[in-house]
Nanobody, 116 residues
């Protein structure tokens, strides 16, 4: 029922920008807090950003604060991550996530590669 579909990843040079999108369905998106996670090769999945259901509250990992912006459009059931000033250490598969009761739901992920 719950479906999350990420898009927008790709190859970008250091200092460049990407905008990731997550299309959500199968639940009441507008009442759900949402998160972006990322997982780099050989590393544990880590929380990148959080946004409250109405978009009024956001929290960022220290490593991305000031460079990334999480946002949402509840009319479109869409979650976004604007990534600026990208660094090689941002290279990872990025996932959107929602917690519904006891379950964590994930999309398929979208690859972001930052390299010269």
């Amino acid at each position: 029922q719950v479906q999350l579909v990420e898009s927008g990843g790709g190859l970008v040079q250091p200092g460049g920008s990407l905008r990731l999108s997550c299309a959500a369905s199968g639940f009441t998106f507008s009442s759900s807090n949402m998160r972006w996670y990322r997982q780099a090769p050989g590393k544990e999945r880590e929380l990148v950003a959080f946004i409250s259901s109405a978009g009024g509250n956001t929290v960022y990992a220290d490593s991305v604060k000031g460079r990334f912006t999480i946002s949402r459009d509840n009319h479109k059931n869409a979650l976004y991550l604007q990534m600026n000033s990208l660094k090689p250490e941002d290279t990872a598969v990025y996932y959107c996530n929602v917690l519904r009761g006891p379950n964590m739901y994930w999309g398929q992920g979208t690859q972001v590669t930052v390299s010269s």
